[in-house]
């Protein structure tokens, strides 16, 4: 299924998009956890500041 995201981001105005993934450290069990979204190119900067 990734391999169909990826190539539909690459076409047309999937361009405008960014697949982001976060990495944030659990406070109750210290396990690190991934956030994965695909945002437009305007808010990455958002979604990295955002907590």
Known sequence: ??????AALK????KAFTKCIKM???EKS???LFKE???HNDHIKDFFTKK
């Open 37 to 39: 979204e695909i945002v």
């Open 11 to 14: 076409t047309g105005a999937g």
């Open 1 to 6: 299924m990734a391999k169909k995201v990826v």
């Open 30 to 32: 210290g396990a690190y």
């Open 24 to 26: 944030t450290k659990s």
